[in-house]
Structures are given as C-alpha cells and as structure tokens.
C-alpha cells in the first residue's frame, strides 16, 4: 500500500526491513527540506493505516529519528522535527515583493447578459428547461450557470466533494485563533502573492502529499484554478503564444477560461494512457494543458512512457506544460501518482487549489510556475485584484499546519470511496452494458454507452471494448476507446437527449459531449461525492428509467 504523505510506497522495502526503509525515507526529506523544522509528522497509528503496516513499523522508524536527533516525541503535540534541512540556516520568512511590470488578467466565468446575442454556433441560457439546457453543438459561456440554477432533486454534477462534511467547527476554531493574535496592519493591503503563511503552508503541503519542493517565495496564491488558467492565458498571450492545447474530452470549464483569455485551445485526443503526445506535436501548439494525475473526465492516469515523451516533447519543442492537479488527494485503489512538476520544473506551470478538498466557495488556489512567467504572472494578479482575500488565506495556512487538513481528507477519502461503490453498483444494476471509466479517483466517474445493438441493458458485441480508464462492466472487457461519431442514432443514445430526459426527471448530469470537441461516445460524467449511498443510487436508477424516453422523444 501506498500513502500520499512524501508519496510513501511499502512496496519499494526491502523485504524484513520496512522500518529502516521508512526511516531512510524520512531522513531523506528532512536532508532535502521536504520535512522542515517544527513540522510534526503523522501520527504512527496513521500513517502505519495509511502503509498497511502494522503500528510498530512506524513507531520504530520515529524511534531511530529520534535516536539520531532528527525528531522529538512533544507529547499531545505529536513527534516534531527538530533538524535542520542540509544548507538551510534560517528559517522562512516573508518572501520579498516583487515587482511591478505586468499584464493585466481578468479570468472570470460569466453568463451572457440579458438581451446579449450568442457567438456563432453557441447557445445562450437564460432560464431554460430541460430540452433548451441540453442542446447539441458548442455550450455558451453561461452554461454551468444555467445548470446550476436548474431545479433537480438529486444532482450528480461532477466536481464537488462533500460539502456537507465542511470541517465547520475547525474552521472556526482556526478563524478564532487568527483573529485573535492578528496584528491591525495585517488587515491592510497586502502582498499580491498571497500572504506569507498560507505560502509557507501550501510549500509543505506539496513537497508532503505531492512531492513537489517548492521555495514559498514562488508560490503564488489565487482564487482558484479558473483564475490561474485566466492568468495564464493571459501571460501566455501576451508572450507570442496564441494556442494552449488541451485533453479530449477535457474540460469545458477550461476550455471557455483559456478562450476567454484569447487563446485557441486545440484539441489531443486522450486514450488509456493519457494525452497522446505524438498527437499534440501534429498540433504545433506550444503549450498544453493536461491533468496527469487524474484526466478529466476520463480518469485515466498518464503513463510512465507518456510522461516521458511529454518531458521530450516540452524540451525538443521549447514547450510548456500547464498541469492542472485538480483532485489528485482522492484515490481509493491505486498509490499516489507523484506531479509532472516534479520531472521537468522549467517547463511546467503547476496548479492546485482547495475547492476539491474542501469547497470551491473558499476561492483558494496556488500557481508554480518557471521563472520566465513567476513575475508576469504576479502583475497580472496585482493589476487584477491587488491579491486574494488574506483572511481565508490564514485560516487554511492554520488548517494546514495544525493537520487538521490532513485529517479531514482521510474522513473524506472514506465517504467518497463508499459513494463512489455505491455508484458503480447501481450501475450494473440500472445501466447494463455501460462503461464505467476513472473509478480508481476523483470525484466523478464517467459512462459511456456502446453502439445500438450492444445498447445500455445488453453487453456490448463483437470488438466493442470500454474506453480509456475503464472499469468493465457485464460482460466487457478493458481495452483502447473505440473511436465514433458523437451523437448519431446509430451510436445509442444522444447524451444531451439523455442529460435532458434525466433533468426532467430531477437528476442532474451533463453529457460527455460538452467536454468533447472531436468525436466520442455517448456518456455521463456524474458525480458522486456530494450526496449519500442511497441518493447517488437512486440518480442512477431514475437515469437507467429515462434512456430512450427522453422528453418529447420518441
């Protein structure tokens, strides 16, 4: 087993000696600065859960820490580390301003106002019904508005973990505690960056849970990964660059942000191991946009081999990779799959954010990025909003430092995997045949449904197989996406009719085909993190009851 704390692997031990292995480990980080001091390490019950080893493993790891001065047992307050990283003589600090010579960076999502005509071959939404929200051919801008604003009983919309679940009482306590030692010239204006702490936080958290080492000082903290796409674009724009490629299927959202900014976003198709590289170098785009550690919607996971040839692809091409880690902490069957960033830091732009481990409505999200765009990237975020809310900014950093982070993503990881079951079966139960991919992460699972002949209720035919991250069904078996037409009869179901017929119905769910711009399957991307066992399968059973009596259909 494997544990996203240092990217942990039991099954890189020699055999009989795990706890010198772990120990090992754990020197390393400290030697490199992965573990700072003052951080304190977690606890041995869970970590050794987390490992699947047994506690004593781990408790003789912090024993021989602890022998060799690295660490100290503090009690309540849990084993801390108390030596100093190779080269390092102080600790942080606040990170310096840095300069102002940038662009300006707007990034946004906005519904077309009242009266205002639709671009060609879009669909503007105002207050529509089921039939007008799903409508075939290219979403507007206000979409996800619209969809959201849709009545639904149940909603399936991907995206969200559970926010019911919001550690309300930690919050507060950590807001509490803020408030309560914060000078009165904090509340002033402050660094564009971000404030120091969350910087601070935010560096400990990657080089912990993603394996990315950071100097706080680089980080730059904005609201959310919709604003950093806008910044990017923005700063791509204004360096040359006018295309940003990116995955097919691949996201919507960002899709419109990196448009909204000026950029044209290619398309690469995606198959089981991700991005296909030799397909983006056909493109002649500069840039990409991926989401290596769990594509969205796909889930599929980008492979050693591929990774390796975007790393070619990136340095043969003077190319930029714009990494989008958008989920990456939730996983329930497969070892944590480490960044790109940490492979080939020059040449990507690494982005995270909050809004999956706790709620998008905190707005809180980090940028890494090379230093030929570090400044400009800070202007941009200067001239548009002088810098986020430091408020927040603090409370996460508390959040982060205390554990509590860390705590609530374990009690997440735990309702989302029975959710997530519970989906899966209700599928086989309700939509036979269909194809479930990227069940192994995330938030959302996506299906696809096999040509009419091998329709949802009966296993797919001769030469029919499930697509990229797939898990089979009945009666399937796993192999490349099967390349067809995105909405004709004879591909089973129109998804948009289906999306449509299941809205009607009060189950929210958009089609596959709003993230496609080159031809796919028929599928759903549903999400199931944000609502119980018994909810998520009922929005499955009332989905299997409305294939092929769509609203008005035939």
């Not at 084993?79 to 190779?86: D, E, G, Q, R």
């Not at 979409?143 to 991907?158: F, G, H, Q, T």
């Not at 995206?159 to 505690?177: C, H, K, M, Q, T």
């Not at 759903?524 to 993190?529: D, N, P, T």
């Amino acid at each position: 087993m494997a544990a996203d704390f240092l990217q942990l692997d039991v099954r890189q031990a020699p055999p009989g000696q795990l706890s010198q292995w772990l120990a090992t480990r754990l020197r390393d980080a400290i030697a490199d600065g992965r573990l700072p001091v003052g951080v304190r390490l977690p606890p041995s019950r869970v970590l050794a859960a987390e490992l699947g080893v047994s506690r004593g493993v781990v408790t003789e790891a912090y024993r021989r820490l602890g022998e060799d001065g690295h660490v100290t047992g503090r009690g309540r307050a849990g084993t801390v580390v108390v030596a100093a990283p190779v080269g390092v003589t102080t600790a942080p600090g606040p990170a310096t301003a840095a300069p102002a010579t940038g662009t300006n960076a707007a990034a946004a999502r906005t519904a077309a106002p009242a009266g205002a005509t639709a671009a060609p071959g879009q669909q503007r939404y105002e207050f529509p019904g089921a039939g007008e929200l799903f409508v075939s051919g290219e979403p507007g801008a206000g979409v996800y508005d619209a969809l959201r604003a849709a009545p639904a009983r149940i909603d399936l919309s991907p995206g969200l973990p559970d926010l019911a679940s919001f550690p309300r009482a930690a919050w507060l306590r950590a807001e509490r505690a803020v408030l309560a030692s914060l000078p009165a010239s904090a509340l002033g204006y402050g660094d564009p960056r971000g404030t120091p702490e969350l910087r601070r936080a935010v560096a400990d958290w990657l080089a912990r849970n993603r394996g990315v080492r950071a100097d706080p000082a680089e980080l730059l903290i904005v609201s959310g990964t919709a604003q950093a796409l806008g910044l990017v674009a923005r700063v791509l724009r204004a360096d040359g660059v006018t295309e940003l490629a990116v995955e097919d299927p691949g996201s919507l959202g960002a899709r419109q942000h990196l448009r909204a900014g000026g950029l044209a976003t290619p398309p690469v198709p995606v198959d089981a191991e991700g991005v296909r590289v030799d397909a983006l170098d056909a493109t002649g785009a500069r840039a990409v946009l991926v989401t290596p550690a769990h594509q969205f919607p796909m889930g599929v996971v980008l492979g050693g081999e591929r990774r390796r040839a975007l790393m070619r692809w990136a340095a043969e091409r003077d190319g930029l990779v714009v990494e989008d880690d958008y989920d990456a902490e939730h996983r329930y069957d497969r070892p944590p799959v480490p960044a790109l960033r940490v492979m080939l830091p020059d040449r990507v732009i690494y982005a995270g954010s909050v809004s999956k481990l706790l709620a998008p409505a905190l707005r809180i999200g980090w940028v890494l990025a090379p230093p030929k765009y570090r400044d400009a990237l800070v202007d941009a975020k200067r001239f548009m909003d002088l810098g986020s809310a430091a408020l927040p900014q603090l409370v996460l950093a508390r959040l982060m430092g205390t554990g509590a982070l860390e705590r609530h993503l374990r009690l997440l990881r735990g309702r989302h995997r029975q959710r997530r079951d519970a989906m899966i079966a209700a599928i086989g139960r309700h939509l036979p045949g269909a194809v479930v991919h990227g069940a192994a992460a995330g938030l959302h699972l996506t299906v696809t449904f096999p040509p009419r002949g091998g329709g949802p209720g009966t296993a797919p035919g001769p030469g029919t197989t499930p697509g990229p991250g797939t898990t089979p069904g009945p009666g399937t078996a796993p192999g490349p996406a099967a390349p067809g037409p995105a909405h004709p009869e004879s591909a089973g179901p129109a998804d948009t009719r289906l999306a449509a017929a299941a809205l009607a119905r009060g189950v929210k769910t958009p089609p596959l085909s709003w993230h496609a711009q080159l031809p796919c399957p028929p599928g759903l991307v549903m999400g199931y993190a944000a609502g119980g066992p018994g909810t998520v399968a009922d929005g499955v059973r009332i989905i299997g009851g409305a294939i092929g009596r769509p609203p008005g259909g035939r």
